[in-house]
């Protein structure tokens, strides 16, 4: 199989799970037991906060370890949302802040920005919006598309966050592993990621919460400075800083690899486009995450290609990519990144994301090009029969 959805899901890395494994057997204390088990729990748990802290350019205190990247965006809004204040964010965010948007926006206190044809927000945006609404609280914008890889101008959004004195949260998820991140110096007050994207474990995440910054829990308990209830995820936090420590380490070789994997996806991608495709992912590199390709193919002659079945069939041939879309109640539905940089509906459902990770090769990318053309092209002549 070749694998090209990284930015759904990583493999754990052998040093990751060789650094879990422990606390899944013997090393089992619960971190706030006083005895010597307890001990060596709690040791492990703020050994793996401080070491993530010190990578980020942060303090330990900063550090909120939660139970998903999901968790930690629902935190951020959530916790500086609780009672009042209105939200600023991108149509074209990630479900764990547009979901909570949408939520609010019902009760009027969300903004909903639709973003650039590169699916990015521009600060110009967030200027007006912030002159417009003096309720905004929060701004959530991502730091890289999901789907698309566009990168977000965070140091503009926050100097205009810094003028209205409104709070910066990002979303981080596909950028830590590959930007160099130092607090000291991106001026957000909030930032959430994910170990399952850096080749860590599922079911970890972190909430960079600023000095200062108060927040109201969405889980109250005694963990985790009051901050986030619940008996900590020993193992999983341990994999999450050993997969951040890594990641941090080999960040510059994996950069050049995923930029590499990236051309070789653009210098390849002309039978596709003659078939209909069209890059959605901004070509410029300065502008992109660069794990991240998306071709959106729109209908020919009337008629539409299948989304589904795109990637069904890639998949039996052996290559697993993704829709972007969410797939909900069995049906693919029309990608909301894509419908919001102002793709028509068919188009945006009949999109292939492609995620490259730290395995792949270019003989992969060749034969992904390869099966992804013949398979378009049949679908086509089907279609047109
Ligand atoms: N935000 C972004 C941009 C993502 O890509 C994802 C996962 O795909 C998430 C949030 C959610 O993270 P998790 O899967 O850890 O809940």
Known sequence: ???????????VDPRVLDAMLPFLSESFGNPSSVHGMGRRARVAVEDARSSIASALGAEPSEIVFTGSGTESDALAVSGLLHTQGTLLT?????EAILKPARHLEASGRAVILEPSPSGSV???QVSTALRGNP?????????????????????????????HG????????????????DLARLPVDLLSFSAHKINGPKGIGVLFIRGGVEI???????????????TENVAGIVGMARAF????????DRLQQALALRRRILDGIAPLQDLG????????????????????????????????????????????????????????EPSHVLLAMGLDRETSSAALRISTGLHNTFDEIDRMLEVATTVVRRMRRLAAA
Not at 90 to 94: I, K, L, N, Q
């Open 122 to 124: 521009t600060a110009d």
């Open 216 to 230: 109201d829990p969405l889980i109250r308990g005694a963990q985790e400075r009051g901050r986030r209830g619940g």
């Open 277 to 332: 495709g069209v890059l959605v992912t901004p070509e410029d590199e300065s502008q992109v995450m660069p794990h991240i390709v998306n071709v959106a193919f729109g209908p020919v002659e009337g008629r539409a290609l299948d989304g589904e079945m795109l990637i069904l069939n890639l998949d039996m041939e052996g290559v697993a990519v993704s829709a972007g879309s969410a797939c909900s109640s069995g049906a693919l």
């Open 90 to 94: 991108s149509a074209a965010e990630h």
């Open 245 to 252: 420590e890594i990641a941090s380490q080999e960040r510059l």
């Open 166 to 181: 409104v709070m910066l949260h990002t979303d981080a998820v596909q950028a830590v592993g590959l930007v160099d991140f």
């Open 1 to 11: 199989m070749i694998y090209l959805d990284h930015a759904a899901t990583t493999p």
């Open 135 to 163: 309720e905004i609280r929060l701004a959530s914008f991502m730091y890289a598309n999901n789907e698309v890889g566009s990168v977000t101008d965070l140091q503009g959004i926050a100097a205009c966050c810094a003028r």
